[in-house]
């Protein structure tokens, strides 16, 4: 009689994975194709290994085959080049890169702006075979934020056409006082520069020195021209400009405090300014700069009742007030601004 040996095995776990395998590189190979983006595989010395049909159609190729073999470069105006080369090594190091920015170029010469995200592919040691990314057509983007670029440009020029009539009006009622506003915004927004503050910030600086006298329209002109001293009645009035002003102000959603620090402009640290008695740092900092630059340059500028200060006889008077009047740090930046610096008003 004769028998029959052998040894049987279960290959259901092995044909499960096989199974799972195909339909992971299926479901792969659907998104591959189907993406709106460029996508595809190079080696690692960035010729391409595979690209789907959009990187055929978008780029104007009659056969996705015609970019297997093709170097990656040839896709990149020349003068990115440098930068896909040192991007090429960060990516080998960090295995991913994301949104890096280039000019690609179409088979047929024409530019656009691209952003490319990839990724390294490890072989089973773990040691880098190939690159996989993706490039995403950003044209539109730019040209959305080119037009938005444009339109905030449009904008700001309304403000500061806005702020500058503005400026103007108030100074048409004090003849003496012409120029004054300019002059403090731009001693406020020297001071600001030098402690540290942001373009941004200038803005906010530069606005409410443009407006800090807006409350004056409040003030009879005969008290603003009176060449006398004026009476404590008189006094009381001019010292309604900084809530008058705020009033006007606070309703307009500037991108900065500038109502705030225009009502407080003439407070002071030691809480004697008005109209809130305000002291220390309840006192804004851009307020602090405005005061002393609304100071300086009122003192050396002449006035009906009085001559102008001598440059130098006003940087002794506020310096003699830093650290009571007037926020010592600022100070100090104003005799610098001065006495090292050169600044003169314009």
């Known amino acids: 009689m004769e028998y029959l ?16 395998l195909k339909e992971s590189e299926e479901r792969f190979r659907v ?28 780029l104007g190729y009659e056969r996705a085959a015609e970019l297997i073999g093709q170097s990656f470069l040839d896709l990149v105006d020349p003068s990115d080049h440098p930068r896909v080369l040192a991007d090429a090594r960060k990516l080998l190091e960090a295995g991913v890169i994301r949104n890096i ?41 730019r040209r959305a934020e080119e037009a938005l670029k444009e339109s905030l440009e449009k904008l700001h020029r309304a403000l500061d056409g806005t702020v500058s009539a503005l400026a103007a009006t108030i100074e048409t009622r004090d003849p003496y ?8 915004a731009q001693l406020a927004c020297a001071l600001a520069r030098e402690l540290g503050f942001s373009e ?23 008290i603003l021209n009176k060449p006398g001293k004026i009476s404590e009645h008189e006094f009381s009035m001019i010292k309604t400009h900084p809530q ?20 407080q402009h003439h407070e002071r640290l030691n809480g004697s300014g008005y109209p809130h008695g305000l002291s220390q740092e309840d006192i804004l900092l851009e307020a602090r700069i405005l005061a002393v630059a609304d100071v300086m340059e009122a003192m050396v500028s ?36 001065f006495t090292e610096k050169g600044f003169e008003f314009q």
């Not at 040996?5 to 799972?20: Q, T, Y």
């Not at 690609?104 to 995200?117: H, I, M, N, R, V």
């Not at 006003?314 to 100090?332: C, M, W």
């Open 244 to 263: 008058v002003g705020y009033e006007v102000l606070k309703g307009i959603e500037f991108p900065w405090p500038v109502a705030l620090t225009i009502l």
């Open 101 to 141: 920015e280039y000019t690609f170029l179409k088979k047929d010469g024409t530019p656009f702006p691209g952003e490319l995200s990839a990724s390294v592919n490890l072989d089973l040691a773990g040691n880098p075979q190939a690159f996989t990314g993706a490039i995403r057509d950003i044209t539109a983007r």
């Open 177 to 184: 006082t012409a120029g004054h506003q300019r002059r403090v």
């Open 302 to 337: 002449h006035r009906p009742y009085r001559p102008a200060l001598l440059v130098n006889q006003a940087l002794e008077e506020i310096s003699q007030h830093r650290g009571i009047l007037y926020d010592p740090e600022v100070v100090e930046v104003c005799l610098q601004l």
């Open 200 to 222: 941004d910030q200038l803005q906010s600086i530069q606005v409410s020195g443009f407006l800090h006298d807006i409350g004056k329209i409040a003030v009879p002109a005969e």
């Open 31 to 58: 998104l591959f194709e189907s993406s709106p983006d460029v996508v595809g595989q190079v080696d690692l010395d960035l010729n391409f290994i595979v690209v789907n049909q959009m990187a055929q159609s978008f």
């Open 5 to 20: 040996s052998g040894v049987f095995f279960d290959i259901s776990e092995p044909k499960r994975a096989e199974a799972a």
